[in-house]
């Protein structure tokens, strides 16, 4: 009797370690119904834990989601690495699983969230008191290429289930200032996911896009005393040389002053607009290119005239108007919540005021004239 009482209790701690320590699964095929299937993250008792096999990161300056936190995941296949690219997003290996969860801050009055919150990850895991989950999205790399999948999470904040075909969420958002703004976030469905995802207007394939040594090159959040590209290299995530990590660009911080007013306006466009608004881009026919490496001059918006915008111009003659913001077409597009003129023309519903502050700011003080 002992024995089998011995085994059982064996059995409910083998059980209940599996619970707590969920396993990255890839899936070469097939659309699973249920997040926890890929194993990166589980929600229990009230805490939202990251799989010991998947790595958490952020971005120095990243794409602005409704106000939305992140938490960014990403597990590769067992002694597998990415390969380092200094200008486009790293060569990650079939098997390669990324996450990212979308949720806010909460005071608990149901449907209304947090424009600000701080709320990340500690030692792999985030308590969810005082937080809404709202989806997870699963990109993997497969055999033929990426896919991109939503998970919608349920209100008990304990598993996402697959929505291929998107979701529309209505929410209030509770601005810093007291101002209420009720809004539809939206979850993108699978065209819409290749929307931002397919860089490359020929290719139309699906590729991550803030895997880039730019967006990365930063202070780890999760390893003190870490630079975040370090760790990758320490941790056998990312094959690059010392000198290539030594040089490896780097992005500012949006939000934080210590950075140059240029640097942080071009940091904001490029994590806002780049992937679509470069020469391969799906909006290469724009003739606008907001890449960090791009000089400022026609190419980059400046005194340039719209090409194929529209009615997305607002009336205005050109995309930067140096000394003038209220001129720019850059700052109506950004600023307005109308979807026929809004960029980004998806992942928004709200405008950015402190971004929007930013690039007329930046404007502002841009020297020259567009004659």
Request: charged share 20%; proline share 6%.
């Amino acid at each position: 009797m002992m024995r089998v009482c011995a085994a059982l209790v064996a059995c409910f701690v083998i059980a209940a370690c599996s619970e707590k320590s969920p396993t990255p699964t890839f899936h070469a095929e097939g659309y699973p119904e249920q997040l926890s299937a890929w194993g990166v993250l589980s929600a229990r008792n009230g805490v939202l834990h990251v799989s010991k096999g998947a790595t958490p990161y952020d971005l120095a300056t990243p794409l602005f989601s409704d106000y939305a936190l992140k938490l960014r995941a990403v597990s590769l296949p067992d002694g597998a690495a990415a390969s380092y690219d200094a200008e486009d997003v790293f060569d990650l290996p079939v098997g390669t699983i990324i996450s990212k969860t979308f949720y806010y801050e909460t005071d608990g009055e149901p449907g209304v969230v947090r424009a600000q919150g701080t709320r990340v990850v500690k030692d792999g895991a985030m308590p969810l008191r005082g937080v809404r989950l709202i989806e997870t999205r699963i990109l993997a790399h497969r055999e033929a290429g990426w896919i991109a999948l939503a998970y919608v999470w349920n209100e008990a904040q304990t598993e996402a289930r697959l929505k291929r075909t998107g979701e529309v969420i209505p929410l209030t958002l509770a601005r810093a200032d007291g101002r209420r703004e009720a809004f539809n976030y939206l979850v993108p469905n699978a065209n819409q996911c290749a929307g931002c995802h397919a860089t490359n207007n020929t290719t139309r394939a699906i590729h991550p896009i803030g895997l880039k040594a730019r967006h990365l090159n930063k202070p780890s959040t999760f390893n003190a005393g870490f630079n975040q590209l370090d760790w990758w290299k320490a941790s056998g995530l990312l094959e690059v040389s010392e000198g290539e990590a030594a040089a490896a660009p780097k992005n500012a911080v949006w939000g934080d002053a210590a950075f140059s007013l240029d640097a942080r306006a071009r940091a904001y466009l490029d994590a806002n607009c780049s992937h679509c608004h470069s020469n391969v881009g799906p909006a290469d026919t724009s003739g606008l290119d907001l890449r960090p490496s791009t000089p400022l001059g026609p190419s980059y918006g400046y005194c340039k005239s719209p090409i194929a915008a529209g009615n997305g111009s607002g009336g205005l003659p050109f995309d930067f108007v140096p000394g003038h913001p209220e001129q720019s077409i850059a700052v109506f597009r950004l600023e307005t919540t109308d979807p026929a003129a809004m960029m980004p023309e998806l992942g928004r519903a709200v405008t950015h005021e402190e971004g929007v502050a930013l690039i007329r700011e930046w404007i502002a003080k841009m020297d020259g004239s567009c004659g």
